[in-house]
């Protein structure tokens, strides 16, 4: 079945340091890419998405490149911010067999200090 | 356009109680899925509706259940409650995209069972 593994947490980095959170997946179609971020108390807002190989997503400084030849798609941030503190989530969604359902990885802590 | 909203946002139950949570999605959202997140089991899915059908199910017990109606609107219900269901559930609503579903989350309803 389709899974995604995220890099294990959490992460501190100090203010306008660079950010990577690794991502790989296996997926049996060509699944659609998401990161979604979550805040306390929140519940998961989209990021950033790449609907096919090479799409590069971007938002608020964030990017991504879905690369299915080593079946990646990790998130970097050349700045973070203190208000970038929040739980990062990859996920796949795949029409082909599992149409609304997405499967996320176990979440990456990020806590940035001033 | 206004969220997916969740009702009610926090409950606490009783082991043995049953429970229904609420989510309407966006308007002109079709699909909506469920999900359980834990600390120890991260984010779960429990199924999918679509056009009041349910498309997708994941492994989670029958005493799990759900409901969309006519406008979109989905009901989940989890019957005998037991301590281990005490968690953060969550409801998105889809839109297709590429390959896959975007999905858009509520905030959640915080479920404790004491």
């Known amino acids: 079945g389709d899974s995604v593994t995220q890099m294990e947490g959490p992460v501190t980095l100090s203010e306008e340091a660079f950010l990577t959170i690794n991502c790989t997946y296996t997926a049996t179609g060509y699944p659609s890419l998401f990161w979604y971020v979550q805040y306390p108390g929140e519940g998961l807002q989209l990021l950033l998405k790449?609907?096919?190989?090479?799409d590069k997503g971007s938002n608020k400084g964030f990017e991504a490149t879905y690369r299915k030849e080593t079946t990646s798609f990790h998130l970097e941030k050349g700045s973070v911010q203190v208000s970038d503190s929040a739980v990062y989530f990859c996920?796949?969604?795949?029409?082909?067999?599992?149409?609304?359902?997405?499967?996320f990885g176990d979440g990456t802590t990020l806590t940035v200090k001033p | 356009k206004a969220g997916v909203t969740q009702t009610p946002r926090y409950l606490i139950k009783t082991r043995g109680q049953q429970v229904t949570l609420s989510c309407s999605p966006i308007?002109?959202?079709?699909?909506v899925s469920w999900y359980q997140q834990t600390p120890g089991q991260g984010l779960q899915f429990l199924f999918e509706y679509f056009s009041e059908t349910q498309r997708n199910k994941g492994n989670f017990p029958g005493r799990f259940s759900g409901r969309q109606f006519s406008n979109s609107r989905s009901e989940m219900n989890v019957s005998t409650l037991e301590l281990g269901d005490s968690a953060l559930y969550l409801c998105?609503?889809?839109?297709?995209?590429?390959?896959?579903?975007?999905?858009?989350f509520g905030p959640g309803t915080r479920l404790t069972v004491t």
């Open positions: 996920a796949l969604s795949d029409s082909n067999t599992n149409a609304g359902k997405s499967t």
């Open positions: 790449a609907t096919k190989a090479d």
């Open positions: 308007s002109g959202h079709r699909s």
């Open positions: 998105a609503s889809s839109l297709p995209s590429g390959g896959g579903y975007e999905q858009y």
